[in-house]
Every structure is written in C-alpha cells, then in structure tokens.
C-alpha cells in the first residue's frame, strides 16, 4: 500500500488509474457510437435522441474515469465514480430482469468492466490517500 503512494507521488499511475482509463477509452467508443447511430440497446436500433442520451451519458461515465484515474487521492471524486459504476450496472441489472431491454450476453460484458471496476475500488479504497483520519492527542 506505501508503494502504491510513493508511485503515485513520483507521476506515475497506479494499475487501477491504467484500468479506469481504459474503461474510459471504451466508454469514449460507445460515446461515439451513440452519437452517430451506430449503437445498439438490446437487438433494436436506438432512437435519435436516445442515441444521443446515450452519448452524452457514456462521455460523462469516460470523463469521471479520466479524472478518478489521475485523482485517485481525491474522496469525492473516487467516491462518485465508484456509485457511477454501482448505479449505472444496477440500472442495467434492472433493464434486463424488469423490463426485458437487455440481452444476457450485453449484461456479462458491462458486467466484466463494471464488477471489475467495482471490486478493485473497493479492495483499493484505502490505498490512495483514504485512511481514516485518527485524532491527535493533546500534550
């Protein structure tokens, strides 16, 4: 855990800022996809402006992992893009058990980069300068 602290002091990236960034390099292709109709939402087409909701939600999701990545000492952000992947899998748990809008198949591939993601904040939670703050004792 030291390591992990010192690596980020001297500019370089932690392993887990190397993955947040390419789960936002993914998420920037799904943006473009969105953006220009190549995307798909279960086995139908997506709408022009769901298309683009689309868009714009996966380019919000690329930047907070481009920022976490870089900032992973900073608790706020570490913290909203650790609920980004929980609600934004949870929403697609819920699009394929309720409403029946997602294949199995989509679910395991968002399934393998939001888990992954999940847990590995977690297991790291502490290791990025997010140890609990002990007070001093007086003299």
């Known amino acids: 855990m030291a390591a992990a602290g010192k690596q980020q002091k001297n500019g370089g990236v932690p392993a887990l800022g190397w993955w947040l960034m390419a789960v936002g390099t993914r998420r ?6 969105g953006f220009f109709g190549a995307a798909t939402y279960a086995e139908a087409e997506m709408t022009g402006v ?7 939600w996966t380019l919000l999701s690329c930047t907070l992992c481009f920022l976490c990545a870089f900032n992973l000492g900073n608790r706020p952000l570490y913290v909203a893009t650790f609920m980004f992947f929980v609600y934004a899998y949870a929403h697609f748990i ?6 029946h809008t ?3 198949a989509n679910l395991g ?10 847990v590995w ?4 939670w502490n290791s990025h ?3 609990p703050r002990i007070a001093a004792k007086q003299p």
């Not at 920037?28 to 996809?33: N, V, Y």
């Not at 769901?50 to 714009?56: D, E, I, K, L, W």
């Not at 904040?121 to 790291?124: A, R």
């Open 28 to 33: 920037l292709g799904l943006t473009w996809s």
């Open 50 to 56: 769901h298309g683009r909701t689309f868009g714009v």
């Open 94 to 99: 819920l699009e394929y058990l309720v409403y």
């Open 102 to 104: 997602f294949t199995a």
């Open 109 to 118: 591939t968002l399934g393998f980069f939001a888990v992954t993601s999940i």
């Open 121 to 124: 904040m977690l297991l790291q």
């Open 129 to 131: 300068g997010h140890r």
